[in-house]
Each structure stands twice: as structure tokens, then as C-alpha cells.
């Protein structure tokens, strides 16, 4: 039996945050494209923006499920959504410029698959597992493809694991210069998984607010934007890895600011508390 923890209930409803989390990930995603119609490779930083989309939406499903009293189930979650992502998004990325929807698709089976299991054969019996663990995976996909985007300027597989590297004057192709030949994949996982965990844990309690819980979110996506455009430094032209880099700083330092605006905020309204009364003879 499970007990939905109340306490944190409130601000916008979830529903309202999935719809907007989705559609804000895929427009991003496909405004990489851009790269493509103008062969150029700076508007590779609005694959950022779609992780930073992502993950806002993917907080706040951990937080739902994790309101049912899953206590280490914050860090794991993290974990499950980019484990489950992966193959959906590595799958969809045969598919060109359908990629993004292709995995949006594979990603909800697979994770309606293990929410099943979780539920109905592990006995977890958790009303929000089902579409938790659903929501979870799509975040996954989308954000690893929004980190490959990032720090390739493309999303399809070609792009994803073949590079080029200059020898003796000569352009020579390889797939160790590349998003996943190079391993970079494996950063983008453990950058995405950690962001997307570490704010409920951070902020739950009986003091959680949700404004300040989605702005560390934020804050973390833009953490996580300014290491996956260093790296993109070795994939995509140095102009526009600087300016993937310069967006990603702005972006980290502004939400930061608002981040601890928010926590003084919420932490004078704490100053009036009393301590709980000892009672004696125990």
C-alpha cells in the first residue's frame, strides 16, 4: 500500500507543465534543424534549450511519483528515464528528420512497458508509476538527443557517429570523433540523470515550493549546457560552440541568481517556526 504525500501539492498542475514540456523539447529539437537548411552549425545551442525543456518537465514527474513516499527512488528515477531513453532516441536517430517524433513514440512504449512490470508484476502498485516511468523515458530520449544536437549540430545517426579529423591537410572520416564513438554519449547520460534528479532531492520537504524546485532544474540544465558545449568545441565549428557556450553562461548565471533569490525567499518564511516541544519522560 503506498501513501501519497500531500504536503507538496500545488502550483501548476502537471498536466499543464507535460504538454508544455513536450512541445517546448520537439520545437527545439527541430530548430537544430536549421543547421541543416543554412549548412551552417550555429543554431546547434537550441539543442540545449530542448534539455533544459526536458528536464523541467522530467523533475516534475519525479516529483509526482516520488510524492508516493519512494524515498531512494529520486536518484534511481533519474537513472531509469535516461537507461530507457537511450535506446528509444539511438533507434529513432535512422530515421532523419522524424527522429525527434520516432522517438518520442518508442520512448513512451518502452517506458509504459517497464511501468507495467513495476506495477503489475514487481507489485509495486503505485498509481502514477505507469505514466511516470512513460514520461520518464520520452525526457530521456529527448534530452540525449537534445545534448547530441548540442554537440554535433544534428540529430541523425550519420551525424552522430561519424567525425573528421585532419591529417596532413586532408579531411579523413572516423567514428572516434564522434558523439558516440567518442563516448561523449555516456557524458550526456550521467549530465542529464543527475540534473534531472538533483532538484526534488534538493528541495523537497515541508518547506518544497515548485517555483523554486523547477528553477534549480533550470539552473542545472544550464549547468549541464556549459560542459556539453565545451565538448562540443571538438565536433562543431569554434564559432558556434562559443556561442552555444556564452548562451549556456548567461543562462546558468541568471537562473542561479533567481535560484537563491527564491531559497532566501523561502527560508525567511521559516524564521517564525518553533522548535517541536520536548516532552518529558521521553
Known amino acids: 500500500m503506498t501513501v501519497k504525500v500531500e504536503v507538496i501539492e500545488g502550483g501548476i498542475p502537471h498536466n499543464k507543465i507535460m504538454i508544455a514540456g513536450i512541445v517546448s523539447t520537439l520545437v527545439c529539437l527541430y530548430l537544430t534543424y536549421l543547421n541543416v537548411l543554412t549548412s551552417t552549425e550555429?543554431?546547434?545551442?537550441?539543442?540545449?534549450?530542448?534539455?533544459?525543456?526536458?528536464?523541467i518537465w522530467g523533475s516534475?514527474?519525479?516529483?509526482?511519483?516520488?510524492s508516493y513516499g519512494i524515498g531512494t527512488g529520486v536518484p534511481s528515477a533519474g537513472m531509469i528515464a535516461f537507461g530507457s531513453g537511450v535506446i528509444a532516441m539511438l533507434l529513432a536517430t535512422k530515421f532523419g528528420i522524424m527522429a525527434p517524433m520516432v522517438a518520442a513514440v518508442l520512448a513512451a512504449i518502452i517506458g509504459f512497458i517497464l511501468g507495467y512490470v513495476s506495477n503489475n508484476i514487481l507489485n509495486m502498485k503505485i498509481p502514477a508509476m505507469v505514466q511516470s516511468l512513460t514520461e520518464m523515458a520520452i525526457v530521456g530520449a529527448l534530452s540525449l538527443m537534445g545534448f547530441a544536437a548540442l554537440m554535433t549540430g544534428k540529430f541523425t545517426f550519420d551525424a552522430l557517429t561519424t567525425g573528421q579529423v585532419t591529417v596532413l591537410g586532408m579531411a579523413l572520416m572516423t567514428h572516434q570523433q564522434s558523439f558516440i564513438g567518442g563516448c561523449l554519449i555516456a557524458v550526456a547520460f550521467l549530465l542529464g540523470a543527475?540534473?534531472?534528479?538533483?532538484?526534488?532531492?534538493a528541495c523537497l520537504g515541508p518547506g518544497w515550493q515548485q517555483d523554486r524546485m523547477l528553477m534549480l532544474t533550470a539552473e542545472?540544465?544550464?549547468?549541464?549546457?556549459?560542459?556539453a558545449a565545451v565538448m562540443?568545441?571538438?565536433?562543431?565549428s569554434t564559432g558556434?560552440?562559443?556561442?552555444?557556450?556564452?548562451?549556456?553562461?548567461?543562462?546558468?548565471?541568471?537562473?542561479?541568481?533567481?535560484?537563491?533569490v527564491l531559497s532566501k525567499r523561502d527560508a525567511a518564511a521559516w524564521l517564525d517556526a518553533k522548535p517541536i516541544p520536548e516532552v518529558e519522560g521521553h
Open 42 to 55: 550555429m543554431f546547434s545551442f537550441f539543442g540545449g534549450f530542448a534539455v533544459i525543456a526536458a528536464l
Open 60 to 66: 516534475h514527474t519525479i516529483k509526482v511519483l516520488c
Open 194 to 201: 543527475i540534473a534531472i534528479q538533483h532538484p526534488f532531492n
Open 220 to 227: 542545472c540544465g544550464f549547468l549541464s549546457m556549459i560542459v
Open 232 to 236: 562540443s568545441f571538438a565536433l562543431i
Open 240 to 260: 558556434s560552440a562559443i556561442i552555444s557556450l556564452i548562451i549556456a553562461i548567461i543562462g546558468w548565471a541568471y537562473t542561479y541568481k533567481e535560484y537563491m
